[in-house]
């Protein structure tokens, strides 16, 4: 683009003529329709466009990248009259060579090592693992595209590569993943399968020669290499899975279990291409389906059935998970009482409170399912018995998985005693077997779940189609999509040509200039700057508290009556780079705010004190008369006991209120000694009080569960 501005002389925010302009063209592209968009324009604006058409025009002039093409597909049998179109896109150079993931971007294999000894291998990204070519990941989805009522659908196909860092994939604005085409709708029938092995087969067409001969690129860092991509990861919930194998949906898609063997912990044979391609001339005593040419069989160095990856959404959160065990406990522990404990479970920074149970949610997202999970282990520690709860206390390694498996398999029958399931013949649970030797050969499972390729049918397919006039709504969408691309590449080329910003490269957080920062009971006197791991509010929300409102909260201090201190209500901790996913920099909100009583309109808000964990502190059992000057704020905190004594059936080490001369053990410490929030599950018995509540069952409990399940680097501190 700089070329060619050069050459003619022209503008950087050419085909506009302002910066102004360029501006308001991204706002209507990105938040306008047409309709609206014709209206804007032709109010009394001075632009360089008049009218909506000629600033389509001006949009067309932009560089699109790689263009869209349609291929019609006949196909005899039961689609005659369907819509065989297909759009397609290689984009797979375009990804390798994208300066944007110029520092981002993986060249040579890596073995990447827990300990200094180089004993305890890592499966993180897949460059990981010794993978020495460009792995390339495909993934797919049919979706519905019309609320309410109509039959309007999409079958999108995404495309990015493993050499990108997870974690950048992983944002849809980051455009790491690009849709590559919208496949043909299938109908049931064989010719349905056929179809849709034969549109992919076109959009992996360019795939197969540079996969065995290898193609010279200029890649995002400037250097001329030799790329040679290979599919490596297919990522789709399970019915997709079975039209990728060829296989029926009542078999599993990796290996020959047998169909009354799905619940039995026992090894199976792989599938093998070789054998599957001459099993297809038998189809139906194997269990296929008579798709005699699949998209797999010409791509180079593939083996299809270990490109099949775990699909933890549909498996584990709602399959498994909620749709098995929560199912299974609840019938154990009765539903009105697992609602009782999930409505005074302790609160955490963004742990969301089921404040009315879990019986009254209607709608089930991903969301949910993890959010309970958080805390089902240390809920169901006090509500069943111990021979219900089986956990392995191993490290967090792979081993750990399978012993944890295995540990099921041999107590199951606990269930089948309670009458609460008969028959565990189900491939959700036989899949659980593949989880490990796919994480050795293809990464971590978050770098393949099904709730990515979701996220991005927003941007790629649903916004297209709003966008569209719903009649012949593919071609509509494949436009609208050029057009984004095309105000996409000029963002990101002015974002380069324009000067760089120092605040940015300076590395300020995005969080607000005065985050509120808690502390319950603090004397605050500053007088020196420094940099510390947390953030404070410019001004106190309450300030000159009194001593007798302060012990009117329940949380005593010695100064003499006159004295008077600035309060705060939370603040924000730092915590580093998580060791386990490697995600950047965040903040944990901690609260320490009193009750709030009702006011007009406005409901009661209770009390909320947070539990954490804090690092190397100075102690501070009664401050002196002149306080002094401290660097940081101060808090008031009660302590626990130390993590010592474990329950025997959960591992979970259990803590109860530490005393001193029968009072609370209390100190006041400096704010900067906060390392960590952390999460205590009250033990509540078979029947949990009724009076009891998340607003108070940190006063009412007398013993705590350390929910070492909360996220993964607590688990992994704990462990």
């Known amino acids: 683009m700089e070329v060619v501005e050069t050459a003619k002389k022209e503008s950087m925010w050419v085909p506009f003529h302002t910066e102004g302009e360029w501006e308001l063209a991204c706002f209507l592209m990105k938040n306008i329709g047409q309709t609206k968009m014709y209206e804007f324009l032709k109010l009394n604006i001075i632009l ?121 994939r992983h944002q849809v604005s980051a455009h790491a993943t690009v849709l590559i085409g919208y496949l043909p709708k299938k109908s049931r029938l064989v010719t349905g399968y056929r179809l849709f092995h034969h549109s992919i087969a076109l959009l992996l067409c360019p795939l197969a020669n540079a996969g ?34 060829c296989n029926k949906e009542s078999r599993c898609p990796c290996c020959l279990v047998q169909l009354n063997k799905c619940g039995d912990l026992e090894d ?13 001339q038998k189809f139906n005593a194997e269990g296929l389906h008579a798709v005699f040419d699949p998209f797999w069989k010409d791509l180079p160095f593939t083996e299809i059935f270990t490109c099949l990856t775990p699909d933890i959404l549909h498996q584990l ?127 971590s499972a978050d770098s393949y779940n099904m709730e990515y390729p979701e996220q991005l049918h927003i941007d790629y397919t649903k916004d297209g189609y709003w966008a569209s006039n719903k009649c012949n709504y593919m071609e509509q969408m494949a436009l609208w999509l050029q057009c984004q691309e095309a105000m996409y590449y000029k963002s990101v080329y002015l974002a380069w040509r324009k000067p760089c910003d120092p605040a940015r490269s300076a590395g300020v957080s995005d969080l607000p200039d005065s985050p509120v920062l808690r502390i319950a009971i603090v004397p605050l006197t500053f007088s020196i700057a420094v940099k510390a791991h947390y953030k404070v509010a410019k001004i106190p929300p309450h300030c000159q508290v009194s001593v007798n409102s302060i012990e009117s909260r329940k949380r005593v201090i010695q100064p003499i009556r006159s004295d008077q201190f600035d309060v705060y209500n939370y603040l924000y901790v730092m915590s580093g780079p998580s060791v386990i996913t490697g995600h950047s920099q965040s903040f944990q909100k901690i609260h320490a705010s009193p009750k709030i009583a009702a006011h007009g309109w406005k409901a009661e808000t209770p009390a909320r004190f947070d539990t954490i964990i804090p690092g190397c502190y100075t102690n501070w059992s009664l401050l002196p008369d002149q306080f002094g000057t401290f660097i940081h704020p101060l808090a008031y905190v009660e302590w626990f006991t130390t993590l010592q004594c474990q329950d025997p059936a959960t591992s979970l080490y259990v803590v109860t209120c530490s005393t001193r001369n029968h009072r609370r053990n209390a100190s006041i410490i400096s704010i900067d000694c906060i390392d960590h929030a952390c999460h205590l599950q009250g033990w509540c018995g078979r029947e949990i009080s009724k009076d009891w509540s998340a607003d108070c069952i940190l006063e009412k409990a007398a013993s705590f569960f350390v929910n070492s399940y909360i996220d993964l680097d607590m688990f992994l501190s704990l462990e």
Not at 268 to 280: F, Y
Request: aromatic share 10%; charged share 20%; hydrophobic share 40%.
């Open 48 to 168: 360089s466009f008049e009218n909506a058409r000629l600033f389509l025009k001006c949009i067309d002039k932009l560089w699109t990248g790689l263009a869209w093409t349609c291929e019609i597909i006949d196909m005899c049998g039961d689609i005659v009259s369907e819509d065989g179109r297909l759009k397609h896109k290689e984009c797979v150079w375009e990804l390798m060579g994208n300066p944007a993931f110029w520092d981002i971007m993986s060249y040579v294999p890596e073995w990447a090592y827990a300990d200094a000894n180089s004993e305890t291998h890592i499966y993180d990204e897949m460059w990981t693992e010794g993978v020495v070519v460009m792995p390339v990941i495909l993934s797919s989805d049919k979706m519905l595209l019309s609320q309410f009522s109509g039959d309007k659908k999409a079958w999108p196909v995404y495309l990015t590569i493993r050499n990108i860092s997870k974690d950048v």
């Open 317 to 443: 959160h709602k399959g498994i998970f909620h749709d098995h065990l929560v199912q299974w406990c609840t019938s154990i522990i009765s539903e009105k009482e697992i609602d009782a404990h999930f409505q005074a479970m302790t609160q955490y920074p963004a742990l969301h409170h089921f404040k009315k149970g879990i019986s009254s949610v209607s709608q089930w997202t991903s969301t949910e399912h993890k959010e309970m999970q958080r805390v089902f282990v240390g809920l169901l520690a006090s509500a069943v018995e111990d021979r219900i709860l089986l956990q392995c206390h191993t490290d967090m390694t792979l081993v750990a998985m399978e012993e944890g498996l295995k540990m099921f398999h041999a107590h199951k029958h606990v269930l089948v005693e309670l009458g609460v399931h008969e028959d565990f013949n189900m491939l959700k649970i036989h899949s659980m077997q593949h989880y490990v030797t796919s994480i050795q050969a293809l990464g």
């Open 268 to 280: 199976w044979e792989n599938c093998c291409m070789a054998d599957t391609l001459k099993t297809l």
């Open 212 to 245: 065995r001969k290898g193609r010279e690129m200029i890649c995002a860092n400037g250097y001329i290499c030799c790329i040679h991509p290979i599919l490596t990861a297919y990522i789709a919930d399970f019915p997709e899975q079975c039209l990728v194998a």
